[in-house]
């Protein structure tokens, strides 16, 4: 059964350093998410993305972040310069057009 | 503002037993809702969705009512077993369609003892 799946499944930087979450979608979808969920809390949306552009942002996704689909088949998140409230548990998910958003096993992101 | 809450942050059952789960959201506009499963460790895992022209859908041993009326959600699980030992997750949307920004709710823990 294809998934999505992410890299690193956990990284560890040191507070100012940019991240870089790397996400393989299911390759026939077209809509593609960032999430995030801290430790004990919610899952958190953070981006969407179709069509080689963000079509929805939450307001923790500021001028911090930036998504990138460089190629056809990874779609990343960048974190320009991390701070502690950033550590988090990250999911990349995708969707076919209409279809159910499938989630990835997540990066654990730690930031020191 | 919209938020999607869970009454019960944690659920003890007996393996065999069946469980329900609920979940009250606020945005009367949320016309899908879907459950997740979440494992330790791992991402969400779809359980099931409902639409909100719907009242009940039921998938193999899981069962998802929606109340409109009262903007209630609850996912039964029948005969549940050490396996669903999970957090469980209710989302929801506005839009009529299923893809677009999710909206989650806190999570129950079911532990499920054998």
């Known amino acids: 059964e294809p998934e999505v799946t992410q890299t690193p499944s956990h990284q560890v930087t040191q507070m100012g350093q940019e991240v870089i979450l790397r996400c393989v979608p299911i390759s026939n979808h077209l809509y593609f998410y960032w999430y995030r969920q801290i430790l004990g809390q919610k899952v958190e949306f953070l981006v969407s993305?179709?069509?080689?552009?963000?079509?929805?942002k939450s307001e923790i996704f500021d001028d911090q972040f930036s998504v990138e689909r460089p190629d056809g088949s990874n779609f990343t998140l960048k974190i320009r310069s991390t701070k502690l409230e950033d550590s988090a548990m990250y999911f990349c998910?995708?969707?076919?057009?209409?279809?159910?958003?499938?989630f990835g096993p997540g990066t654990r992101l730690t930031v020191t | 503002g919209e938020s999607v809450g869970l009454h019960l942050p944690t659920l003890s059952v007996q393996e065999g037993d069946n469980s329900i789960i609920n979940c009250a959201y606020s945005n009367s506009a949320s016309d899908y809702f879907i459950w997740y499963k979440q494992e330790s460790g791992k991402g969400p895992q779809f359980i099931i969705d409902?639409?909100?022209?719907?009242d009940k859908r039921q998938g193999q041993r899981v069962t998802v009512l929606l109340n409109k009326t009262v903007k209630h959600l609850s996912l039964q699980i029948a005969a549940t077993q050490p396996g669903d030992s999970a957090v469980y997750f209710c989302?929801?949307?506005?839009?009529?369609?299923?893809?677009?920004?999710?909206?989650f709710g806190q999570g129950t823990i079911l532990t499920v003892h054998p």
């Open positions: 993305f179709y069509n080689n552009e963000i079509s929805e």
């Open positions: 409902i639409r909100s022209n719907m």
């Open positions: 989302a929801e949307k506005r839009g009529g369609t299923s893809y677009g920004k999710l909206t």
């Open positions: 998910a995708s969707s076919e057009a209409g279809g159910l958003q499938y």
